[in-house]
């Protein structure tokens, strides 16, 4: 079965630091990875995708993620935080025929000035 | 402009009392699907449908219903609401062509079932 496990439910970090939020995943077969961002009272928006080639991805705002099959991770990196910054952090797996997105159990990153 | 929306974004309703949460997408997706998100969960698909007349539950449907009776809309029906399924609802479309196509949410209804 697939699954992704986001093993920090809060990220406390002050402005203009570096953060890392962790994911990682289960699967048997292929991968399609992805990351949302969900601001305070809104929707889900996507910060970025890892569907194949580099395993280094760019996203908006600044935020990077790095695919690592070894280690069947994919965290999400800023090297320097904002305070816009503050919100709930989601990584999916796509879940290949069901066409479904299979989440994580989400990251909130509080920025702190 | 392209988008997923759902009416209505908040409701507070009592148990038993029936309710519909509406969806649309005006991009001529094929694919759209119901989540659930409540906190320490994620995002749970509760059903999903293929195409106009093909639905199928996914992880979490029990206490709901939908229908798929035309290409851009995708209801889903609480027939006798409870307190446990109070949460944050969102539903997604997407095209089915190909490999992998973004699927676009809408902007979310929070549901309080008292």
């Known amino acids: 079965a697939q699954s992704v496990t986001q093993l920090d439910s809060q990220v406390p970090v002050f402005e203009e630091a570096p953060v890392e939020l962790r994911c990682n995943y289960s699967?048997?077969?292929?991968?399609?990875l992805f990351w949302y961002v969900q601001y305070p009272n809104q929707g889900l928006q996507l910060l970025l995708k890892?569907?194949?080639?580099?395993?280094l991805v760019k996203g908006i705002n600044g935020f990077e993620a790095e695919f690592n099959k070894s280690q069947t991770s994919f965290h999400l990196r800023k090297p320097s935080v904002h305070i816009s910054d503050t919100a709930e952090y989601f990584c999916?797996?796509?879940?290949?025929?069901?066409?479904?997105?299979?989440f994580g159990t989400g990251t909130l990153l509080a920025v702190q000035p | 402009e392209a988008q997923v929306t759902q009416n209505p974004r908040y409701l507070i309703t009592v148990t038993g009392k029936k309710l519909t949460v509406t969806c649309s997408q005006n991009?001529?997706?094929?694919?759209m699907s119901w989540y659930r998100q409540d906190p320490g969960l994620g995002l749970r698909q509760i059903y999903y449908?293929?195409?106009?007349?093909?639905?199928d539950k996914g992880d979490v449907p029990e206490g709901y219903k939908v229908s798929r009776k035309e290409k851009r809309n995708f209801p889903l029906i609480l027939e006798s609401p409870s307190p446990n399924q109070t949460s944050l609802y969102f539903c997604?479309?997407?095209?089915?062509?190909?490999?992998?196509?973004?699927?676009?949410f809408g902007p979310g209804t929070r549901l309080t079932v008292l």
């Open positions: 999916a797996l796509y879940g290949g025929a069901t066409n479904k997105l299979i």
């Open positions: 699967s048997s077969v292929s991968v399609y």
């Open positions: 890892y569907l194949s080639g580099s395993t």
């Open positions: 991009m001529n997706h094929e694919y």
């Open positions: 449908s293929m195409n106009v007349e093909v639905t």
């Open positions: 997604a479309s997407n095209n089915l062509a190909g490999t992998y196509n973004e699927q676009f």
